[in-house]
């Protein structure tokens, strides 16, 4: 019971956390050009179970909360939650190693990073056109949505897994049956 309720806490968190971020940065978190700074907690589900449900809980409520229609709201957070259980997915294996290391090495950090930003990146250019009709521009919403997911999740996200390799919080996690 009390693991169940960590978990839900955990998660509850982490979707709060994505939520504000999409909505105080609404600007450039929606649209055809977009980098929505909150995918870079979609490293999380490397670190914590929870994350995956955080994040896709988050992705939810930022497309509902932020006027975005039901395509969008729909397989916008389909491409979130894809990206999410595969970096839980791939990770999943080296998470040991990098936490008794401290550090996470390349494939680490590549598996953390990459499903998200290719999840999102063929997806929601999909969507900007046939939900929200932004024309016959398909490969330059590829590209502004793969820029996007390049900053948010490749280099902020990548940041973020130094920090938390670096930092006490693995062992933090863990000792709270978070991990």
Do not use: H, W
Request: aromatic share 8%.
């Amino acid at each position: 019971m009390k693991t169940n309720l960590k978990f839900l806490c955990g998660a509850a968190m982490i979707a709060a956390v994505y939520t504000v971020l999409s909505l105080m940065l609404a600007p450039i978190s929606f649209g055809p050009i977009q980098c929505r700074v909150s995918e870079m907690l979609v490293i999380l589900p490397a670190f914590i179970p929870s994350a995956v449900v955080g994040v896709t809980l988050g992705c939810f409520l930022s497309n509902l909360l932020g006027g975005c229609i039901v395509p969008d709201i729909i397989f916008g957070t389909l491409a979130t939650f894809i990206g999410a259980v595969l970096t839980s997915r791939l990770t999943g294996p080296m998470l040991s190693d990098t936490l008794t290391n401290r550090r996470a090495g390349m494939s680490f950090r590549l598996c953390a990073v990459l499903p998200p930003i290719i999840s999102n990146t063929i997806i929601v250019p999909f969507v900007l056109k046939y939900a929200y009709g932004y024309g016959d521009a398909l490969y330059f919403m590829f590209i502004t949505v793969g820029i996007g997911e390049i900053i948010a999740v490749g280099i902020l996200g990548g940041l973020l897994i130094s920090v938390i390799c670096r930092s006490k919080l693995p062992f933090l996690l863990k000792s709270m049956a978070l991990v």
